[in-house]
């Protein structure tokens, strides 16, 4: 692996191959292909060789990858070789929804604490987690050390709620609120908007 910088581009389909490796594995393989990977994913085998020189060399010419190993090496490059705790901010229907969700487990992720500023939600539970006041946010993250954060507030209060974290020492954010966030350099936002996805699809219908 070089020192040069990986283009996110790159970064964003590796837990593509390693979400297809797995299910590779699970299914009794042993190795693959750059081929075999690329047609399931529908990425050629030239882009997948490609992206994955760029972290080291994995596989022979002629006998491909194998697989527990790319998986090993593909979990430590994302650093899902470990788990990461998590807080959800926003308990509402979507926040209910991700927090009952045992999926993350499974893939080195753990929601740890659970917040919102509504007096009625605030000293409830949610599945495991009881819902803590927003004033609790800041001591809690910086006692805990977590660096990882998931919003699912309305889009009136995401910003606020991101500064509060930013200051708080997160340095990842995944937002579920339909709003662009203004954030340091230094801390990486990903946006999920199912909107956003459903009217890129209208666009080639009839």
């Given amino acids: 692996m070089t020192d040069k910088p990986i283009p996110d581009v790159i ?39 490609k992206d994955l020189s760029q972290f080291g060399e994995f596989g ?23 788990t990461w705790e998590m807080v959800l901010v926003g308990a509402g229907d979507l926040g209910h929804a991700i927090a009952g969700y045992n999926g993350f487990a499974n893939w080195g992720f753990h929601v740890a604490m ?3 500023n509504d007096p009625q939600k605030i000293g409830k539970k949610i599945d495991e987690y009881t819902i803590l006041d927003m004033s609790e946010l800041s001591p809690k ?3 805990s050390g977590i660096q990882v954060a998931m919003i699912t507030t309305p889009a009136s ?14 340095k990842s954010i995944l937002n ?14 990903q946006y999920i908007d199912p909107v956003i996805h459903l009217q890129r699809m209208t666009y080639y219908l009839d």
Avoid at 22 to 35: D, F
Avoid at 157 to 170: H, R, S, T
């Fill in 60 to 82: 022979k010419q002629g006998t491909g990858y194998s697989i527990s190993f790319l998986v090993r090496q593909l979990q430590a490059i994302l650093k899902v070789d470990r």
């Fill in 141 to 143: 993250i910086k006692e």
């Fill in 114 to 116: 659970v917040f919102d």
């Fill in 157 to 170: 209060a995401a910003q606020e709620v991101v500064d509060q974290l930013v200051k708080a020492g997160i």
């Fill in 11 to 49: 970064v964003g389909r590796l837990p593509r191959y390693l979400r297809a490796l797995r299910q590779m594995s699970e299914a009794g393989a042993q190795t693959t292909s750059s081929q075999e990977l690329g047609e399931r994913l529908g990425i050629s085998a030239a882009q997948i060789r």
């Fill in 176 to 189: 579920y609120a339909p709003i662009n966030l203004h954030v340091p350099n230094s801390v990486k936002v």
